[in-house]
């Protein structure tokens, strides 16, 4: 009987419409979390977790509406004359969750696939997947509990929204507490790590910690609706209890121990000094350092920048050095936790002297996580990695992590820079444009007077600048620029190649360099006086009244 209402039950949840939106909901979830950027397994498994809690919170809203329709629709006599009781219904029930089952798998199926497929580095942690599934299973348990108690529809919601609050929150909690909640949300450091951290997250027992939540939400179901077994039923029911209890009390114990000291010292010694630990490659005048697992990236990478070498009138003296970095923040509870201080504070001493925080110009970072090798925003990724590596071929070297970015003021390398960039990547018509505000004036202040200067709208993308290191662009370096992608390329390149040392000169103007391309230079928008008091329709440094001033870049 148990089993013939349970595939009722399985199957009236498989073409649940509420269940079907709730992973149209995670799919989408997934999406924005996933898709922009290079997913990393040991991180990404953990977001697809993300999405199958959000299924879970709608197949608690629809096991509970499922516990409480009987008692909801006033039929509890008419069933009670049925041979089925209440106790096998709820058994039922709690059965019929394996019809939620084909839709979380349906999810991590996809979810799986979509991430192979944009390149994913490592391996998938089986525990961390089969974590994810079980939320949803414990949701469902959850979901039935409360409905043989509380038939009411909005019982469901406020318990879904429980469980929303109580992971949406896990910012407010600290240390190795966060792995304790049915799932934590973007609270960890996984996607800048170089490689899987044992014990972190603690995969395996937090599966174990879900699978003893969901038995016990079955135990407390049927407890309240097994009538007739008697004392020996609920005797065998409260020890299931005990022993689920016990399951999540050991489980959460292992959770909360600290991650190994030693995993931790070789997690410090990669992003201290990461030469050591990566693999490095010369291709084309570029040496690419990159950590094990990662040379997956390098076709990618050396798109963006062969773009460059390849319009570039002469190569320089020395190689170009693209190297990946981890951009570790510490003190970190979650990462931290349970160690001495003393030692804490020696991991942070050797991560302040990283290449991730000090930079510099001996060679262009790419924190690890950070580069969208796939995804919507790889066209801006390229983009700026394009200009990072042009910049450095006409010597506007990045400047050190703590160093404010320095404006290349009327200088032509600047607008060489922009224009190797732009036609190394071709970017979308009109999308460099959105780089200049429609109203008001982004400047700097530059040698007493407000510079006019231009940004990429997709900046952001790849992470190239973390820590504001990379040139401030002007706004008249970019125009000029953007006029010279209207010549023919040889026309420039022969132009570039006739005087190059010329060219990269810092002391070499911009009108220098249109006058010898035949053009005329463009006009920018007069600049404001150095303001007394902010004003409105004014932006950036400028309008935020006297401050440290952005150097020329000289070097």
Known sequence: MVLGLAKLEAWLLVRSLLVLAGLLAAGAVLWVLIWPTEPLWWSAAWEIGVGQLVLGLVVLVAAQLAAGRVRRDGLADLYASFPATAGTRTAAQLAGLAGVVPASLLLLGVA????????????????????????????????????????????????????????????????????????????????????????????????????????????????????????????????????????????????????????????????????????????????????????????????????????????????????????????????????????????????????????????????????????????????????????????????????????????AREAIALWLAIVATHPRVGELENGWPSRGFNGSEVRHTIVAVWTYPGGNAGQLDPFGTLPQDTLAGYRLASKMTSLPEQHVVHVLADGWSRWVNPRTTDPQLAAALGIAMPTVPASPALPGAPRPGVSGAQNSGPGPESPVCTS
């Open 112 to 411: 799986t696939g979509g991430v192979v497929l944009l390149g994913a580095i490592g391996t998938p942690s089986i525990a961390v997947l089969a974590g994810g599934l079980l939320v949803v299973i414990a949701a469902g348990a959850v979901g039935i509990a409360i409905g043989t108690r509380f038939p009411h529809p909005l019982a469901g919601v406020l318990g879904a929204l429980v469980l929303f609050i109580v992971t949406s929150q896990s910012n407010r909690f600290s240390g190795a507490v966060i792995w304790l909640l049915p799932w934590e949300l973007k609270q960890d450091q996984l996607n800048q790590l170089p490689g899987p951290l044992p014990g972190y997250p603690p995969g395996g027992a937090h599966v174990a910690e879900l699978a003893g939540i969901a038995v016990l939400a079955a135990v407390v179901a049927l407890l309240v609706t097994v009538r007739g077994r008697g004392v020996r039923a609920r005797g065998g029911l409260a020890v299931v209890a005990v022993l689920a209890a016990a399951v999540i009390a050991a489980a959460g114990v292992v959770q909360l121990r600290p991650i190994p000291a030693a995993a931790l010292n070789r997690l410090a010694a990669v992003a201290a000094n990461p030469t050591p630990a990566q693999r490095c490659t010369t291709a084309n005048h570029v040496r690419y350092c990159l950590y094990p697992g990662f040379g997956s990236l390098r076709p990618s990478l050396e798109t963006a920048v062969d773009g460059v070498l390849a319009h570039l009138p002469a190569l320089p003296d020395h190689l170009m050095t693209l190297s990946q970095v981890v951009s570790l923040g510490l003190p970190d509870s979650a990462l931290t936790h349970g160690h001495p201080a003393r030692q804490v504070s020696r991991w942070e001493a050797r991560l302040r002297r990283s290449p991730a925080a000090v930079g510099g110009p001996s060679a262009i970072y790419l924190p690890v996580g950070g580069w969208p090798a796939a995804g919507a925003r790889l066209g801006d990724a390229r983009f700026n990695l394009a200009l990072a590596a042009a910049e450095w071929m006409v010597h506007l070297s990045p400047s050190n992590a703590n160093a404010l970015a320095c404006v290349p003021l009327d200088q």
